[in-house]
């Protein structure tokens, strides 16, 4: 397997490990009798913390009406709530409540182990360039997302 051509990595190797990422958290997904939908809300909540139901449907890419039943039924499983934003009375934010889908915890902690073990062997440099990639990755995705559902 070919990992990189002139000292950078390949296409391919990129595009495996995209592939994995992807298809890892569509099975945890439906391991926690999630859809991947409300999977990547909850998580897009977990991560940046409360929003608006349009703030959401905007990381989402999807319209709000799509966005509230996928708020709805994290709020029906009891792991997402509503709540008054209590900067403006008028807005509610939606907050995780903390309370993760059975089994959750142990899938995520079974791929974040052995990914941590190998960052731990980097040198503060390459770690550097990693909190560097993953940085640029997100920007760079966000963008173009956002711009193909315009």
């Known amino acids: 397997m070919q990992t990189s051509v002139n000292g950078e990595v390949s296409p391919e190797i990129y595009r495996r490990y995209l592939a994995s990422v992807v298809q890892f958290h ?3 997904a439906e ?11 909850l998580s897009l909540l977990d991560a940046d913390g409360p929003m608006t139901t349009g703030q959401l449907s905007e990381r989402l890419g999807l319209s709000p009406s799509a966005t509230t039943r996928a708020v709805d039924r994290l709020a029906n499983a009891g ?4 709540v008054p934003d209590a900067a403006d009375r008028r807005r ?4 995780v409540t903390g309370r993760q889908p ?3 915890a142990e899938i995520l902690a079974r791929v974040q182990a052995p990914i941590a073990a190998a ?3 980097l040198t ?3 770690r550097d360039g990693l909190t560097a990639y993953f940085a640029a ?3 760079a995705y966000r963008e173009v997302t956002a711009n193909l559902n315009t």
Do not use: K, M, S
């Open 26 to 28: 569509l099975t945890a």
């Open 31 to 41: 391991t926690c009798g999630l859809g991947p939908t409300d999977y990547q809300a």
């Open 79 to 82: 792991l997402a709530e509503r």
């Open 92 to 95: 509610v934010l939606v907050h």
């Open 102 to 104: 059975e089994r959750l």
């Open 119 to 121: 960052i731990t062997e």
């Open 124 to 126: 503060p440099a390459q």
């Open 137 to 139: 990755a997100t920007q």
